[in-house]
């Protein structure tokens, strides 16, 4: 009997090797064929219980007993899609996440393509229940904007403190550190919650204020705020141009171990039947690992917060300016949320959080602008909008494609100046930003434009961290 027929008997996927492996036994130690092979099968799928110890069929009864069917709380899991440009790759992982049997529901920002588990710009909403691998690699990797009291020719003024302050200020590349550790209160918090987190601690100190690789960023830019996009009591400021500092980085090497920790446990723990959604392994938040995972979860999201702000310390202070506004929030993590009268685990995976009046930046490339946005509350996408445009080009086919010294010069025409970069992140390898937001404008309004002028990624070739 093959697979197939076997599946038509009622085995069940999870259970199809061992199935294939008694009936085989079967055949050959009792000279059995056909029909009495299927009649075999069907009494072991009636009770398997009683076949446990069975010299053909034991193995199959015991996976059959030991992984009790764990069933969907809500059948026909749906999700509603923002934008047309998306990888149908990127659906298959959507519809994959979909069938976990905590999923209550699901949505997909328009500027989603192929992620490790949940697609990048995919949202999942759990009831009891995390998914490291839907959080993401790179933790609480989040956005921040600083609106200092520069006046706005000083990027042309002073184009060679602004340089020096992005150099000094941060720090790019895989395992990159300060080599005078920065401080900041986070790191006086208790990191002995977890035992990944403690044997973390050194690196967090090392990392703290750096940025990485992939595509973060720190840069300095102009923010727009005009009269019909009047920023409001959240985001104080009058109408006009502004000089800004944006940066883009999670929680660094820290977060990466807590994740990577947590994805192998929940691994471990998945059942046979959903072996194939190994990398939307998940963890009861019941459980001494779940509850683990969400205390160093928030963790990485404290650190994350605070890498960033020691950023716009350093950069601020060694360009001679005062952060007089900001705005700021996380596009990988997970939030105790009320939806539908249910408590959720929303997951935003590269997604950013858009409820009522909740403020968050989504950028651009480094050649296109990005957005201070308000959030709208729309409850089909569980209060989200996309975290920036999207890739629309794998990494290694935008290195053989493009030249970043070609980028550098023709954005240094259009008053864009690169400091470094890789090949990889230029404007070209991005969905349009405009066409992003022109889809979601029902998710979120437009608070102010930011256009990038002095731009900082990392250069050296490194492994993306993002």
């Given at each position: 009997m093959n697979r197939r027929q076997l599946t038509q008997l009622g085995v069940p996927e999870y259970a199809l090797n061992e199935a294939v492996k008694a009936v085989s036994s079967s055949a050959t130690t009792h000279k059995l064929r056909g029909a009495d092979l299927k009649r075999q099968v069907k009494e072991?799928?009636?009770?398997?219980?009683?076949?446990?110890?069975?010299?053909?069929?034991?193995d199959f009864a015991t996976v059959l007993v030991e992984d009790p069917t764990i069933e969907p709380l809500h059948e026909n899991i749906e999700y509603r899609t923002w934008g047309q440009d998306i990888d149908e790759l990127a659906h298959t992982q959507m519809r994959e996440a979909c069938k976990?049997?905590?999923?209550?529901?699901?949505?997909?920002?328009?500027?989603?393509?192929?992620?490790?588990?949940?697609?990048?710009?995919?949202?999942?909403?759990?009831?009891?229940?995390?998914?490291?691998y839907a959080v993401g690699v790179d933790i609480a990797c989040r956005m921040k904007l600083s609106v200092l009291d520069l006046e706005l020719s000083s990027?042309?003024?002073?184009?060679?403190?602004?340089?020096?302050?992005?150099?000094?200020?941060?720090?790019?590349?895989?395992?990159?550190?300060?080599?005078?550790p920065q401080d900041h209160d986070v790191m006086d918090e208790n990191w002995n919650i977890t035992k990944v987190t403690r044997q973390s601690k050194d690196k967090a100190w090392q990392q703290l204020g750096t940025s990485g690789s992939g595509n973060h960023f720190v840069?300095?830019?102009?923010?727009?705020?005009?009269?019909?996009?009047?920023?409001?009591?959240?985001?104080?400021?009058?109408?006009?141009?502004?000089?800004?500092?944006?940066?883009?980085?999670?929680?660094?090497?820290?977060?990466?171990?807590?994740?990577s920790t947590y994805s192998n446990i929940a691994r471990t723990k998945l059942p046979k039947k959903y072996e194939a959604l190994?990398?939307?392994?998940?963890?009861?938040?019941?459980?001494?690992?779940?509850?683990?995972?969400?205390?160093?979860?928030?963790l990485m999201g404290r650190y994350a917060a605070a890498n960033h702000e020691v950023i716009h310390r350093l950069v601020s202070e060694l360009v001679g300016a005062e952060i007089v506004a900001g705005v700021e929030n996380h596009h990988n993590f997970a939030w105790k949320e009320t939806h539908g009268g249910r408590e959720m685990i929303v997951h935003r995976k590269g997604a950013t959080p858009a409820g009522e009046g909740v403020l968050g930046v989504i950028p651009g490339?480094?050649?296109?602008?990005?957005?201070?946005?308000?959030?709208?509350?729309?409850?089909?996408?569980?209060?989200?909008?996309?975290?920036?445009?999207?890739?629309?080009?794998?990494?290694?086919?935008?290195?053989?494609?493009?030249?970043i010294q070609n980028t550098r010069q023709e954005l240094k025409e259009q008053g864009v100046h690169i400091l470094s970069a890789g090949s990889d992140e230029v404007p070209g390898v991005y969905k349009d930003i405009h066409q992003v937001m022109e889809s979601q404008k029902d998710l979120v309004e437009i608070v102010g434009r930011f256009d990038p002028k002095i731009v900082k990624m990392c250069g050296d070739g490194s492994r993306a961290e993002d």
């Open positions: 072991v799928l009636a009770a398997p219980e009683q076949f446990v110890n069975d010299p053909c069929y034991g976990l049997p905590h999923a209550s529901g699901a949505a997909m920002m328009p500027d989603a393509h192929v992620g490790y588990g949940l697609p990048i710009g995919g949202v999942l909403a759990l009831e009891g229940a995390v998914v490291p990027l042309e003024a002073r184009f060679e403190d602004c340089c020096r302050a992005l150099e000094k200020g941060t720090r790019f590349g895989v395992g990159s550190v300060h080599q005078k840069e300095f830019g102009v923010l727009t705020i005009s009269e019909d996009q009047a920023a409001g009591e959240d985001f104080d400021l009058a109408p006009g141009k502004y000089v800004a500092l944006l940066s883009h980085s999670g929680s660094r090497g820290p977060g990466a171990a807590v994740c190994k990398n939307l392994a998940w963890l009861t938040l019941d459980s001494e690992e779940g509850q683990e995972y969400w205390e160093a979860m928030n490339s480094m050649g296109t602008p990005g957005f201070v946005v308000r959030g709208k509350g729309e409850a089909s996408s569980f209060n989200s909008a996309s975290h920036g445009a999207g890739r629309c080009m794998s990494r290694k086919k935008a290195n053989d494609t493009f030249r």
